[in-house]
């Protein structure tokens, strides 16, 4: 599967997954919670997106690095820098509920997850063929 599909279905399973995350919280939880959801889910998101924007200058199509490894080193430090402040004022306000932001976090985690056990399954699928 080339990368700009995988991108593609990543993107949208992120969006999918946060939505019904926040969803089935604000029908069932408190604000707090639901808030921590989406503000996880959100801050996630932006991340990974600059991650990947971040990769894909980084590298030319032929896979060639032309961009010096120290540059990418510092900007995923900055990220995960201004990933933690973001965190940081959000529970110091006593905005989120911890768990509510946990889970939202790891919105990617679950995209991921899904998409590798959906691969798992074809493969098996048409082994068994």
């Known amino acids: 599967m080339d990368w700009e599909r995988l991108s593609r279905i990543l993107k949208t399973l992120n969006w999918i997954v946060l939505f019904f995350l926040g969803l089935s919280s604000y029908c069932f939880l408190h604000g707090s919670f639901t808030f921590g959801i ?5 801050s996630i998101i932006a991340n990974f997106a600059l991650l990947e924007r971040t990769i894909l200058r980084a590298f030319s199509p032929g896979g060639n690095l032309h961009v010096n490894k120290g540059a990418i080193i510092g900007k995923y430090y900055l990220r995960l820098l201004g990933l933690g ?10 905005l989120v509920d911890p768990v509510g932001l946990t889970i939202g976090l790891s919105t990617v985690t679950i995209s991921i997850v899904g998409i590798g056990i959906y691969m798992l399954r074809k493969t098996y699928s ?4």
């Open 126 to 129: 048409k082994e068994a063929i």
């Open 85 to 94: 402040v973001v965190i940081y004022l959000l529970l110091r306000q006593h």
């Open 38 to 42: 989406i503000a996880g889910g959100l």
